[in-house]
């Protein structure tokens, strides 16, 4: 297991999208239309509402680097490798839109493992993530094996896993959506998902 603080720093526009349902329909509705201000807007409300879109497009770039950092401190700045048998790809793998705007859409930012060419493994493929889900942090895993034997629908993960036998995309339990990591909080508290993080790592070794 890593040894690491357990608190992730929230940033200040990202707590603000989070804490206010009026701030985050304007955030939303300016980036919605792009920036494309209204055509009735005289001076001094175009200057505000470029501003406006300034400040939301700080909040998207700030979100996505948050979801950057969860998915570093939970899964590891560098993916484990199981013993060689996997690698992590590259962010354009699968041809995604890799883009700020994709993972705000998305709400969400993962990344990808598949078999180190002449490697041994039973694992085809597999996607660790995090996830934002009505502004709580939430884990993310898929993965495949190679002959459906064990998809990751019927993996035991641990208590920090939701059990979902009819979906091979796993979530972490809805018990562990508390303020400690809602996102309007100066700092999140994420020694419970880094628990389910490892618990997730320890079982999918067992399987690579």
């Known amino acids: 297991m890593r040894e690491k603080a357990d608190c992730l720093p929230v940033p200040e526009t990202v707590q603000q999208y989070h804490a206010?349902?009026?701030?985050?329909r304007t955030i939303d509705l300016v980036l919605e239309h792009e920036g494309m201000a209204p055509a009735d807007l005289d001076w001094d409300e175009l200057r505000q509402y470029f501003h406006t879109w300034l400040r939301a497009e700080q909040t998207r770039l700030d979100a996505w680097d948050l979801?950057?950092?969860?998915?570093r401190h939970l899964w590891g700045h560098s993916l484990p490798t199981f013993g060689g048998r996997l690698r992590e790809c590259?962010?354009?793998?699968?041809?995604?839109?890799?883009?700020?705007?994709?993972?705000?859409?998305?709400?969400a930012l993962y990344r990808f493992l598949v078999p180190e060419a002449g490697s041994s493994t039973r694992i085809q493929e597999a996607l660790?993530?995090?996830?934002?889900?009505?502004?709580y942090l939430r884990l993310w895993l898929w993965f495949m094996d190679a002959d459906q034997s064990c998809p990751s629908s019927y993996l035991d993960l641990g208590r920090g896993w939701d059990p979902d036998p009819h979906n091979d995309e796993?979530?972490?339990?809805?018990?562990?959506?508390?303020?400690?990591?809602?996102?309007?909080?100066?700092?999140?508290?994420?020694?419970?998902?880094q628990q389910a993080a490892d618990d997730a790592m320890a079982r999918l070794a067992a399987i690579v």
């Open 20 to 24: 206010s349902a009026d701030h985050r």
């Open 67 to 71: 979801l950057l950092a969860a998915n």
């Open 90 to 107: 590259d962010p354009l793998y699968y041809d995604r839109d890799n883009s700020v705007r994709s993972a705000w859409d998305e709400q």
């Open 128 to 135: 660790l993530g995090c996830w934002v889900d009505g502004g």
């Open 170 to 193: 796993r979530y972490t339990a809805y018990a562990l959506n508390t303020e400690a990591v809602h996102l309007s909080s100066p700092a999140l508290d994420v020694s419970d998902l």
